[in-house]
Nanobody
Framework: QVALVESGGDLVQPGGSLNLSCAAS????????MGWYRQAPGKERELVAT???????NYVDSVKGRFTVSRDNAKNAVFLRMNNLTPEDTAVYYC???????????????WGKGTLVTVSS
């Protein structure tokens, strides 16, 4: 089994910054990609940022220039640096990973339980 555990969610004022972390553990052969999704109250879950093993990143337009995703492949960890936060960034942020549990298995998607980010004055 594979577990993803997020940390770093908090209450922050508009214009502030926050760092999220996520570590994957368990039966892991390799991780094809890791990233972050978020779900605001009353809205569907949306992709925020992803990073593949080679380092290529992808961001939703609303966070480009403000958020930075990075990864520590040796530690099976992914991070999200969030700057210039606005109330529209308020959401539960979920860690996501595409994990191969052995060289013979296709990658499967795993999710963390989420960490709450609240941007409010």
């Amino acid at each position: 089994q594979v577990a993803l555990v997020e940390s770093g969610g908090d209450l922050v004022q508009p214009g502030g910054s926050l760092n999220l972390s996520c570590a994957a553990s368990g039966s892991i052969w390799s991780i094809d990609s890791m990233g972050w999704y978020r779900q605001a109250p009353g809205k569907e879950r949306e992709l925020v940022a992803t990073i593949i093993t080679g380092g290529t990143t992808n961001y939703v337009d609303s966070v480009k220039g403000r958020f930075t995703v990075s990864r520590d492949n040796a530690k099976n960890a992914v991070f999200l640096r969030m700057n210039n936060l606005t109330p529209e960034d308020t959401a539960v942020y979920y860690c996501h990973a595409l994990v191969r549990r052995s060289r013979w298995m296709a990658s499967m998607a795993y999710w963390g339980k989420g960490t709450l980010v609240t941007v409010s004055s």
